[in-house]
């Protein structure tokens, strides 16, 4: 039972970290570059950044939250459930505070039309909102992934 635990756990960390990084990846490396781009460039490539990145997001969150649900329903420590409620407030961060800028997105993204005509400072400054927002929520599956190392080594 406690070699399964183990492996629960390092799966939990590692697509915390996956997450961690793909998030923060795409606010500090990705974002940029479509700043400086005109919206008919920079919004086609927000299509396949979003829809294409949520399929990959979806799954590593599921194995997280699973792995680290485990994790805390055998080992019901302080630290163990402070693992679990950082890695599963991505969800909560992303449904309570991102939704109107990824609504807002997604209508620019959907629209050709709409592309066409928004306003490139507009559009600019819906990605530094994105993107100070996805560095916040790349930095909450981190600080799971953080706690579980510490219950890992410590427990």
């Not at 700043?35 to 599921?62: E, M, Q, V």
């Amino acid at each position: 039972m406690d070699n399964a635990i183990r492996a629960f756990q390092t799966f939990g960390l590692t697509s915390s970290f996956i997450l961690s990084d793909i998030n923060i990846g795409t606010s500090l490396v990705t974002l940029p570059i479509l700043y400086i781009r005109n919206p008919s460039i920079s919004t086609p490539f927000l299509y396949k950044l979003h829809y294409k990145g949520d399929a990959t997001l979806i799954i590593f969150s599921i194995i997280s939250g699973l792995a680290s649900i485990t994790a805390a329903y055998v080992y019901p420590c302080k630290r163990t459930l402070c693992t679990v409620a950082a890695t599963m407030s991505q969800l909560r961060w992303t449904l309570l505070v991102m939704i109107k800028t990824n609504v807002r997105l997604r209508e620019l993204v959907d629209s050709v039309s709409l592309a066409k005509t928004v306003d490139q400072m507009d559009v600019v400054a819906l990605l530094h909102k994105w993107a100070w927002m996805n560095l916040v929520r790349g930095c909450l599956p981190l600080f799971g992934g953080l706690m579980g190392v510490y219950a890992l080594v410590s427990g």
